[in-house]
């Protein structure tokens, strides 16, 4: 079966929005693994916009399948990860005006760095994957720095306009992901992924796990959220 993780940011944004204590990330993330979920992904942003340290340090006591920290590649964010130790962490790129992250990072630009940063995190035993576009050369260059996985990025996909975009960026993501497997990486995908397009999405062979957060949270606010995730698991796996 492929798997399926939820971001429960969205969660923490709602909760934000008012500085409460309510809705509760930790509270959804272990909903979501009832249902099913075989991860649980949060992103811990720079300026602390919805997902706090304190969720981060209190889903590391309480997610029993695994926790993927998405976060920037930072000295502030290396040394956050090495003390709570999620089981993953997934380097992104980000900005501060951005309402989501908006494409891959730029491995290949940044190899030195982004080296040290995987040497670091592998040093406190933590799986690292990078978020890339379906680019040939991001592949390559996340092999280099001695990735472990990739997430690729399907949002172009998912804001194709017509049949023949949505097909053009599908055959780009099945090279990516048979790129990706002949080099040895483990192999992800996620961004703009709903009920709608995982029908096509599902079709391409190798991807291990989709990462999925807006479209179950947003049907979660109206069936609840361990329905929301097994729909979604239900129609990953056919």
Request: net charge negative; aromatic share 2%.
């Amino acid at each position: 079966m492929v798997k399926v993780a939820i971001n429960v940011d969205h969660v923490a944004t709602l909760r934000q929005a008012r500085l409460a204590d309510e809705p509760d990330p930790v509270t959804a993330a272990a909903l979501a693994e009832l249902a099913g979920a075989r991860g649980i992904v949060v992103h811990l942003r720079e300026d602390r916009r919805h997902i706090q340290d304190r969720d981060v340090e209190i889903l590391r006591k309480t997610v029993k399948t695994r926790l993927n920290l998405e976060m920037a590649a930072t000295s502030e964010m290396v040394d956050i990860a090495r003390r709570i130790g999620p089981d993953v962490v997934t380097l992104v790129p980000e900005k501060r005006r951005e309402l989501t992250t908006e494409g891959g990072l730029d491995v290949a630009a940044q190899e030195s760095s982004l080296a040290d940063v995987v040497k670091d995190l592998h040093g406190s035993e933590i799986v690292v994957s990078l978020f890339v576009d379906a680019d040939p050369e991001q592949l390559q260059a996340a092999r280099r720095i001695k990735a472990d996985c990739v997430e690729i990025h399907t949002g172009a996909f998912a804001e194709a306009r017509s049949p023949g975009e949505r097909n053009r960026e599908l055959e780009r993501l099945g090279q990516a992901v048979e790129l990706a497997r002949k080099l040895g990486l483990g192999i992800h995908a996620g961004h703009g992924v709903d009920y709608r397009n995982i029908a096509w999405l599902r079709r391409i062979p190798h991807i291990e796990e989709f990462s999925i957060g807006h479209a179950v949270m947003a049907r979660a606010v109206l069936v609840g959220i361990e329905r929301a995730v097994r729909e979604m698991i239900a129609l990953v796996n056919g």
